[in-house]
């Protein structure tokens, strides 16, 4: 069946420093791919997504590359902000978007 | 606009007792979906509402399980006979396209 797998967390990095937190997936045909953000106290929100192989879903500096080939959706940020401290979830979604399924959660803490 | 609602934002039960989850989705939505988010682990889907048409209910992990959307906008999840182990956040989202908005969640807590 369809699954995401992300990188266990806490991932825990330096201001202005590289991240990247890995995704993978399991699904036949072309799914849609989604990374969503779960800020301290709020609910979940979309940060970016795409829908085809190839594309590149960018957002507030987040960008991710839709990898088919290596059925991959890995999230990279070249300069994390101490604001960017969150829990990151990858999802994806077929069938008209009637069923989505979410990785484990990648808590990112960032320190000044 | 208002977003997501759910309510109560936390429940604390006894174990055997029956529980009422409530959404509010954002109004003009057709999709609504439910989650549930135990510590440390990823939203597990539970089910999913699209307009008028048979809810899917493949994700439901018991037959305690149920929910309803009446009008084709508020839903109410129910578990009957609560067990420790339903112990969680359950999560309400709804969606026009292929974006979902989520609620704040409902924290659960059986005794």
């Known amino acids: 069946g369809d699954s995401v797998t992300q990188m266990e967390g806490p991932v825990t990095l330096s201001e202005e420093a590289f991240l990247t937190i890995n995704c993978t997936y399991t699904a036949t045909g072309y799914p849609s791919l989604f990374w969503y953000v779960q800020y301290p106290g709020e609910g979940l929100q979309l940060l970016l997504k795409a829908t085809k192989a190839d594309d590149k879903g960018s957002n507030k500096g987040f960008e991710a590359t839709y990898r088919k080939e290596t059925t991959s959706f890995h999230l990279e940020k070249g300069s994390v902000q101490v604001s960017d401290s969150a829990v990151y979830f990858c999802a994806l979604s077929r069938y008209n978007f009637n069923k989505f399924y979410f990785g484990s959660g990648t808590k990112l803490n960032v320190k000044p | 606009g208002a977003g997501v609602s759910q309510s109560p934002s936390n429940k604390v039960t006894e174990k055997g007792k029956d529980v009422e989850l409530r959404c509010d989705p954002i109004s003009g939505h057709t999709a609504l979906y439910w989650y549930r988010q135990s510590l440390g682990q990823g939203l597990e889907f539970l089910i999913y509402f699209q307009g008028n048409s048979a809810p899917d209910k493949s994700g439901l992990p018991s037959d305690r399980f149920s929910a309803e959307r009446t009008g084709g906008s508020v839903s109410t999840l129910t578990i009957q006979r609560t067990q420790q182990e339903d112990s969680a956040v359950y999560l309400c989202?709804?969606?026009?396209?292929?974006?979902?908005?989520f609620g704040p969640g409902t924290r659960l807590t059986v005794l």
């Open positions: 989202a709804s969606s026009y396209t292929d974006e979902q908005f």
